[in-house]
């Protein structure tokens, strides 16, 4: 059986320079602002563009620079925030996970409601939800969604994106019900906020064809899918290439499970080609894309192929064990 469940894309298009920033350097001096916008927007053009090892150099230099120069909690947690980000979609989540809980110990004492604590706190949540960690997602997830529900500021964009990532561990938990309420009210509140073609929408869609193959309902998947990936092909430029081979796999896994195995088999070979161009072969997220390609390919007949990207994704496992348990959900909070 191919494998859904850790390619249920959540994050796919948020943008990361958010109101953090402005909050964060709201009363810092006109040349300090200048100077630490100019390396945090440097940091994300180069994760951008993959080049994720030089972008934490530059939030590691920037980091060191915050505390050593200018002490402010809530800029040294969005310097945190931006560099576990970062190791993320690098492939270390253990880095990554050290860096958002540094962040969190950075803004102890702020507002619940601080766009910089909720963003920590929702990354580390998404983290978890990549590592199939949903027992410990949700707890997390349940209380920043409490909190922005009942801020007197309402965040449309970032309650929807907790709606969603805790849509998907309802899914992995089960939950289904509860799941389809909460993606309907991030939907609502994107369209509110976007329209209906906000890229952002892609993310939600994507998490609601999980569900609805999670309940079995296959045939009915393919269009949430497809509208999905419609909104994000459309501009292709704007989204980074991992996260348009996260969706590839969600839409590979519902054709598949729908029956049609060349369009399903298309979609894997590009979720693949994509993902191994942008992350290269040992990115734990190739688990995922290698094992499912495996499938679908076994299914068609070709057999040794199968074989092949089978071994890839258990050499993979072999060296990162957190990678085979439960794939990588994309960040369908960004695909940012």
């Not at 402005?22 to 080049?51: E, M, P, W, Y």
């Not at 993320?88 to 910089?116: F, I, K, M, W």
């Not at 909190?147 to 289904?176: G, P, Y």
């Not at 969600?250 to 894997?268: F, K, T």
Request: net charge neutral.
């Amino acid at each position: 059986m191919l494998r859904l469940r850790g390619s249920i894309s959540r994050s796919i298009l948020r943008c990361a320079m958010g109101t953090g920033i402005a909050a964060a350097l709201a009363s810092s001096a006109a040349a300090q602002t200048d100077d630490v916008i100019s390396r945090l927007r440097q940091g994300q053009q180069l994760r951008a563009h993959n080049r994720f090892t030089e972008a934490r150099k530059v939030y590691r230099d920037l980091l060191r620079d915050v505390r050593e120069h200018s002490p402010n909690r809530r800029l040294e947690g969005l310097v945190l925030d931006n560099l576990g980000r970062d190791e993320q979609d690098r492939g270390d989540y253990a880095a990554a996970e050290t860096a958002y809980n540094h962040g969190l110990a950075a803004v102890q004492g702020l507002s619940a409601d601080d766009s910089v604590p909720v963003a920590l706190k929702t990354h580390l949540a998404e983290l978890y939800i990549a590592e199939n960690r949903a027992e410990d997602a949700e707890p997390i997830l349940r209380q920043s969604l409490a909190v922005l529900r009942s801020s007197t500021t309402r965040d449309l964009v970032a309650l929807s994106e907790a709606s969603e990532d805790l849509a998907v561990v309802c899914i992995l938990r089960k939950k289904f019900a509860e799941s389809e309420q909460l993606l309907r009210e991030a939907q609502a509140l994107i369209e509110s906020a976007g329209g209906g073609d906000d890229r952002r929408l892609a993310s939600s869609l994507l998490t609601y064809a999980g569900l609805l193959g999670a309940e079995h309902h296959h045939s009915e998947a393919i269009v949430p899918a497809e509208r999905a990936w419609q909104i994000l092909s459309s501009n292709p430029s704007d989204v980074q290439t991992p996260y348009l081979a996260s969706a590839l796999s969600v839409l590979a896994v519902v054709y598949y499970s729908a029956g049609r195995l060349e369009d399903a088999e298309a979609s894997a070979q590009k979720c693949v080609e994509m993902a191994e161009a942008s992350l290269g072969t040992r990115h734990p997220r190739l688990v995922l894309y290698y094992t499912n390609y495996a499938g679908i390919l076994k299914l068609a007949g070709r057999k040794n192929e199968a074989k092949a990207f089978r071994k890839k994704a258990e050499e993979i496992m072999e060296q990162n064990p957190s990678s085979g348990t439960g794939g990588y959900t994309v960040n369908v909070a960004s695909l940012r």
